[in-house]
């Protein structure tokens, strides 16, 4: 049995490798991501576009952290997240609705698919949404000086840490072995199809 100290283990089964998520320290994970970006991308973003004083940390900590109108963000970025997985999990598994199912969980929400697809695939799903709406508009807020943008891209990253996290624990399997989502993201379970190369 291989486990690591990330939030993730590899545990060998008869019918292919099983990967579990640490929720616990995924949930930690998350957390510190939350005020790492609540306070030290605030003060970078000031620090670059503003003059660095207490005032206009404050002032644009409340202007884009607020809760009445943080909530509206992260309800718009979650919503944008869901729609554009939903589509991409469409469209790479043959456009056949009958072949996806609604898992509503702690580690996932949305659609997933019923029997096993490739590898390729997955990362594909698991990459673009948070690439597309977390990496993309954080960096180009950033660089424009637009906060709301920024904090979008922030909130598009926080969304998609647990993809990400996979896609880095599932980068020594090969594109062409199969992946079976049984409960969600939480635990997947890897069927090799290229045995001459080791996991």
């Known amino acids: 049995m291989e486990t690591t100290r990330n ?28 005020i790492l970006y609540f306070f030290g991308d605030t003060l970078l973003f000031v620090y670059i576009w503003e003059e660095a004083t207490a005032y206009n940390l404050g002032f644009y900590t409340h202007t884009y952290w607020a ?19 939903s589509l991409l999990i469409y469209f790479l598994n043959g456009r056949r609705l009958k072949n996806l199912r609604f898992y509503f969980g ?8 019923k029997q096993p697809v490739p590898l390729k695939n997955f990362r594909l799903w698991s990459l673009l949404p948070s690439l597309l709406l977390g990496v993309l ?11 709301y943008i920024y904090v979008y891209g922030l909130l598009g990253l926080i969304l998609g840490t647990t993809e990400l996290l996979l896609c880095f624990k599932l980068r020594r399997f090969n594109d062409e072995d199969l ?13 090799r199809r290229n045995y001459g190369r080791k996991p």
Request: hydrophobic share 50%; aromatic share 12%.
């Open 67 to 85: 809760l009445p109108s943080f909530w509206l963000k992260l309800a718009i970025m979650f919503l944008a997240y869901l729609l554009l997985q």
């Open 179 to 191: 992946i079976r989502l049984d409960k969600g993201l939480s635990r997947i379970t890897i069927i």
């Open 106 to 113: 702690y580690s996932f929400l949305g659609f997933l698919p």
């Open 137 to 147: 508009p954080a960096v180009h807020g950033f660089c424009i000086g637009n906060g």
């Open 7 to 34: 939030q993730t283990s590899t545990l060998p089964r008869k019918d292919g490798s099983e990967v579990k998520l640490n929720l616990t320290k995924l949930t930690l994970l998350i957390l510190v991501l939350w």
